[in-house]
């Protein structure tokens, strides 16, 4: 499976900051990046879908302002969360892809945010 | 009603016993279908991996889809703690979105 890596594994951040998460595809060059967002005791929700180089895909009820996403090579997207807010503590995970194939996905180690 | 229906759990096994965990799902569109296994804090990691009807085996792990019934099961033999997760079952169309189960905590008690 794909070597997926994601920074930082875990943040803290006072209400109204801006938090950047890293994703990395460490072993194949990913030209689609899934981010996906699970709170507690509930499923994977897919947040959004980045192309590299271009802009990326939110799904509905996803404020693209505020969940900024950048995919600006193969090998590494950020998802900035601008302006945090508690209800946006969550667990945070990327999944790369090749081409805008989705059946099989690896993902990211997550990351969780607490927003206090 | 969710597109893919499973139940929460816990489920709680005892170690060596066979586990069958299962969805449902009501797009009768989906055509791939994956088990994911999640532990605590950690992305979920790919175990099994189906395209349409079948079953698929790989080590202790059996994957089954019945199409006809949209169902899906994942069986794991000999069940051991080290099996303690969430199991997340996912299936998509071609070329669109996954779309997930919520999960199923196991627990394989020593």
């Known amino acids: 499976g794909a070597v997926v890596s994601q920074h930082p594994s875990w943040v803290i951040c006072k209400s109204g900051t801006s938090v950047k998460i890293e994703c990395r595809s460490l072993d194949f060059q990913a030209t689609t990046m899934f981010w996906y967002r699970q709170f507690p005791k509930q499923s994977l929700m897919l947040m959004a879908t980045?192309?590299?180089?271009?802009?990326?895909?939110?799904e509905q009820g996803v404020e693209k302002d505020k969940f900024l996403i950048n995919h600006a090579s193969l090998t590494l997207s950020t998802l900035t969360v601008t302006s945090a807010h508690p209800e946006d503590s969550s667990f945070y995970i990327c999944?790369?892809?090749?081409?805008?194939?989705?059946?099989?996905?690896?993902f990211g180690p997550g990351t969780r945010l607490l927003v206090l | 009603q969710k597109e893919v229906e499973q139940d929460p759990g816990p489920l709680s096994v005892p170690e060596g016993a066979i586990v069958s965990l299962n969805c449902t799902y009501s797009n009768s569109a989906f055509q791939y279908f994956m088990w994911y296994r999640q532990y605590s804090r950690k992305g979920p990691e790919l175990l099994m991996y189906?395209?349409?009807?079948g079953n698929k085996e790989d080590g202790r792990f059996t994957a089954q889809v019945d199409k006809s019934s949209k169902y899906i099961s994942l069986f794991i033999r000999d069940s051991q703690p080290s099996d303690s997760a969430t199991y997340l079952c996912?299936?998509?169309?071609?070329?669109?979105?996954?779309?997930f189960g919520a999960g199923t905590i196991l627990r394989v008690k020593s």
């Open positions: 189906t395209y349409s009807s």
């Open positions: 996912a299936m998509s169309v071609y070329g669109n979105k996954l779309v």
């Open positions: 980045s192309n590299e180089g271009s802009k990326a895909t939110y």
């Open positions: 999944s790369p892809g090749k081409d805008s194939l989705k059946e099989t996905q690896y």
